[in-house]
């Protein structure tokens, strides 16, 4: 091995921002003034590379695998012996029924176990063999057959709409099952190389990006999908590198050696000497946030639950979601089973900054005691904060915890709403806070109205937090998990660092502080621009604090102002980011 | 005979609390069909084809079954259409 690809190793290593030079252009510096682009026996290394948008930060490299598409229907042919070809159906559904059976049976939770048993019913049942025998005696060919009837019963529950409208999927993943196991295909299942590997696929569906397991998949890469689709979120929370919206990514080979950085959205093929590597173990240390000249900026995580703080300590909590505590129920907790969970969370963190979310439901999150299905746009609907006027006791029940969880503990609890449009709205709801015994009072700008009112709205609370993805998806009117759009997504774009850089301006003239806890913060290069622009608080998954605070470090306060300043002037995401990396 | 029941489970006849239903059907003894206001019956042991109704909470379901033990079993399952099945997984 050379010592030029011993020394980008070494860099990976170290998990700093890569620069590839594919045109063979000038080498540039980059935070942390190393060299490097590398010359060897007479020429530039470089390796292909694909581009798309860097989704969770952090470097891997190794053997690419690609998980199988669903299977696509044949072309038709004529049925010559119908009994054989029912046989055929048939011996194709009970194969899916009991592969789904076997998951069932292997299932550690309960709910997995049911949800899966139910599945299997779907796949046992009489309905579909009768209507799939009735299909093929009518001239269609099995597969044709099974997906002709699961696709008259899908059409039934998209008529029903609401919740049952979002079951489709059920139904789809049996058709695909089943279709597959006729035509002798092999299922969309995860790769099993039998070493750790980077995942590479059209999308993932939560479901399969759930089952991910960090000690087998070093690193995804996707040709759909966006920086906000639940593949991307489900990919920081587990620390994997992950680029999506990556086009070639599908002409990647099985087995080729390939290094994905999620930080710069670039994958590179063709450094086949690289050995395989583990992912990074991530280097806590309990250091502060701050730039190389010590202005703080505290760097906090996202949190579902106490359980994501194990091993990692952090200066505090910036966002913690409570939906978790309420998407497995049917009813709203209760009082007490919230005082608990919250106290959980409380006691994790003693001494240290934790700000609630209150109940942010509705839009891609739907509850199922909360919604009647009765909206044409939810993402323009009752959702976040707006769910209080329709039932405003379920706010004041969870406020209510919040204060008595708070009381229990040491823990600086501040408590925020999500999706806060008027002023009027946040001085309500500062009120009900403040009336409950939490003095330190929030809100989220997600929406342009907020963040163009931003002065106004430090009037009426204590702090405002910027949630990028949401302000991204209602600044560009680009529905957030739009895989075709995630260009106009992009948290480099102008228009939205305009909208931050609002907010900042008013928080630093107030002093008052200003966090951003979108996705976005979990961006080395990003975050240097958000510290520069008078951001005082980045919050983000916990793997990604650590490159993070490097980032911090490398830069003066100075030259991350220098950073905002030339971000906000690039005619576009790609220009503002590289004029950061010249900072 | 004819039972009508209004749907109780809060998040609509879904997968789960279909198959739920469809296998208690299945022990029953007779048979037993189910249709709502606008479309056909179907078999009440049949997790698919209850799934297919798209019936949401409160919804008006028709049960239809004949013999001698038609009125047990009507009951019977009526009885679960009438309980919030979702409510138990909360």
New interface residues.
Partial sequence: MSSCVLALISVLARGALLVFFPGGALPTFFPGGALLACFTSGAWLVADLLRGLGASQGTATGPAYRLADPPRLPAPRPVTDPDAEVDRAFAAIDAAHDDIARRAAAAVDPTTA??L???A??AA????RDGVALAVRAGHEAPHAVAAVLG??RE??I??????AA?TA?LDDLRDRVIAHCLGLRMPALPEPGCPYILVAVDLAPADAALLDPARVLAVVTSAGSFLSHTAILARARGLPTVVACGGALDIADGTVITVDGTAGRVTTGSSHVPVDAPRPVDFSSARGSTADGHPVALLANIGGAAELSGAPVEGVGLFRTELLFQ????PPGLAEQVAAYGEVFAALPGRRVVVRTLDAGSDKPL??LHD?DEPNPALGIRGLRVARRRGEILRTQIAAIAAAARDSTARVEVMAPMVTTVAEAAQFAALCRDAGLPTVGVMVEVPAAAVRAAEFLGAVDFLSVGTNDLSQYTFAADRRSGELADLLDPWQPALLSLVALCAAAGTALGRPVGVCGESAADPAFAVVLAGLGITSLSMAPAAIPAVRAALQAHTLDECRTAAQQALAAADPATARAAVTRV | MIRTVLLAGRAGLHLRVAARIAEAAARLPTPITVRTQDRAAVPADSTLALVSLGALCGSELILEAYGPFAPGALNELADLFATDLDAADA
């Fill in positions: 049911e949800i048993r139910a599945q019913a779907l049942d009489r309905t579909l008259e019963h039934a529950l008529a029903a709409g609401g919740l049952l079951r059920d497995h129920h049917v009813d199922p005691f299905g």
